[in-house]
């Protein structure tokens, strides 16, 4: 087995119970929830399998749903996460993504910050739009999105400098 599907592995089941465990017990005001499990899915590799991230995502969001007892929310936000990702990469890193030398786990740059709001903005739109699925509480919806999207980049960013491995 290759360091990178078991760094990934790791990843997964870290992230995963750190949401379950920690996270998903903070709900500030009813509207502010951060959801850094999806780091999962920003963080895996430039380069890695396509079809392997779309898979895992599946089932991370599946497994979410599972605790959350949320009804497949978490899957179709994690998987709309993972297919827009290569979008999401090329619009916010140009060149630099095309050549696959972008690492996000590194200093926080101007390109790396648009990657992971443009991503948490899609991964909680998708998910407060299908949980709450009513028209009539768009601002619900709205206010939930922005509050939860700045809750969860500090976090994300956070957890990335924590993990960030040293200099070598």
Known sequence: ????????????????????????????????????????IILYPVNGNKSGLLLASFFLGILMDMFCNSGGVHAAACIVLAYFRPSIFKFSFGL??????????????????????????????????????????????????VLSTLFTIITCIIIIYIIKPGKR
């Open 1 to 40: 087995m290759n360091s990178a599907l078991l760094e990934n592995s790791a990843r997964f089941i870290l992230l995963l119970a750190a949401q379950v465990l920690i996270f998903n017990r903070i709900d500030l005001f009813g509207y502010i929830n951060p959801f850094p499990y999806m780091l999962f």
């Open 96 to 145: 630099s993504y095309e050549y696959q030398t972008v690492k996000l786990n590194d200093i926080l740059t101007p390109e790396r910050f648009s990657f992971i709001l443009i991503a948490v903005v899609i991964h909680h739109s998708v998910l407060f739009i299908l949980e709450v699925f009513k028209i009539s509480l768009l601002i619900d919806i709205l206010l939930r999105t």
